[in-house]
């Protein structure tokens, strides 16, 4: 069946990225349509009233919100790799850590964004910018801790799983925009060396980073 992804039309987004990079673990092609935030085509608010981004169309079946759409292709192709544990208690950590990513590590990587792109700069207070990378800063190291836990690479149960995935969107943004990783965050510095060799990640590198420069909101 015929698989559609509508997107943002910038590309980067990290939750648009998180649904490619499970594509392309799947080695499944979808047609991308890119939208605009303030013209939403009908096609898109038939499947999904709220209009929000990504969402994805397979067949018959729509799915949207980020983590359903990426555990929707885990479950509908368990071929060629499957992205969850198969151990009960690996499963639970696996999960756990995809629900950090969307309550609380997109909120703080979103918060700096917001304020980066929509606080004129003769506005900006510095000690509210220091304070809100800080607090990402922070969330940052409680990732760093969780590998540590786990004694390796991945989040859980000692392979790639959709926790991963999901970090590595948000975790290569910020080193695209100055984040130093290799003293501050050993084990993530080697996670992220790691699965950005993958092939996944390498297919769905977002084009515009390959020759824009990027501003350094997130340096020390």
């Known amino acids: 069946m015929a698989i559609t992804l509508w997107r943002p039309t910038y590309d980067g987004s990290p939750p648009t990225w998180r ?4 594509l392309a673990e799947k080695k499944l092609k979808a047609q991308e349509i890119a939208v605009s935030m303030d013209d ?12 929000n981004l990504p969402s994805l169309r397979d067949g018959y079946q729509s799915v949207f919100e980020t983590n359903a759409i990426i ?14 544990p198969k151990r009960r208690e690996a499963q639970g950590v696996a999960l756990t850590r995809l629900n950090e990513v ?6 703080t990587f979103v918060a700096v964004w917001r304020y980066k792109t929509t606080v ?7 000690k509210r910018m220091e304070e809100l990378v800080g607090a990402l800063k922070l969330e940052w190291m409680r990732w760093e801790k969780y590998l540590e ?15 991963d995935l999901s970090v590595f969107p948000y975790l290569a943004s910020c080193v695209r925009h100055g984040l130093h990783l290799d003293t501050r965050y050993p084990r993530l510095s080697i996670a992220y060396q790691t699965i950005a ?5 390498v297919t769905t590198w977002p084009a515009s980073w390959k020759d824009t420069p990027a501003e350094p909101v997130f340096a020390d």
């Open 19 to 22: 649904v490619q990079l499970v």
């Open 40 to 51: 939403k085509p009908e096609e898109l608010l038939d499947i999904n009233p709220r209009g």
């Open 71 to 84: 555990q929707y292709l885990d479950q509908a192709y368990p071929q060629p790799i499957a992205l969850m």
């Open 102 to 107: 969307s309550n609380y590590l997109a909120a």
């Open 120 to 126: 004129a700069p003769e506005s900006a207070d510095p």
């Open 149 to 163: 836990c786990e004694g390796g690479l991945y989040l859980a149960g000692g392979a790639i799983s959709l926790a």
């Open 197 to 201: 060799r993958r092939e996944s990640v």
